[in-house]
């Protein structure tokens, strides 16, 4: 068996686990996506199918052949290897936990990660 996406206007609206004949029996568009990708890489090693697995609301971009989340911030930009959003300041890993604020980011570049308790 294998997980498949719908896509409606290169939105993903459903994630099925089902055999590719009866995916085949199905209207619309239907993407097969691996449960075991991420970033474009495979997680357990093996070959790494479409960037990202789908999920209802990502986008499958048909250019890139590849799922992604919807941009999160204005300022963020898409990696084209691994399809996953970056910020334009590294995430802070120093043991704490931190959430991307982007107005403070748009009034000061040089910040835009607030600690989090």
Known sequence: ?????????????TVIVAEQGFVDTLEGTWVQTSYNTRGGAHTLGGTPLRKNYAGVDYIYDSVRDAFYVPKPHNSWVL???????????????????????????????????????
């Open 1 to 13: 068996m294998s997980h498949f996406a719908k896509i409606d206007d290169g939105i993903v609206t």
């Open 79 to 117: 990696d084209d290897t691994t399809c996953l959003w970056e910020a334009p300041i590294a995430y802070p890993y120093d043991g704490k936990t931190y959430t991307w604020d982007e107005d403070l980011y748009q009034s000061d570049s040089a910040k835009g990660w607030v600690e989090t308790e």
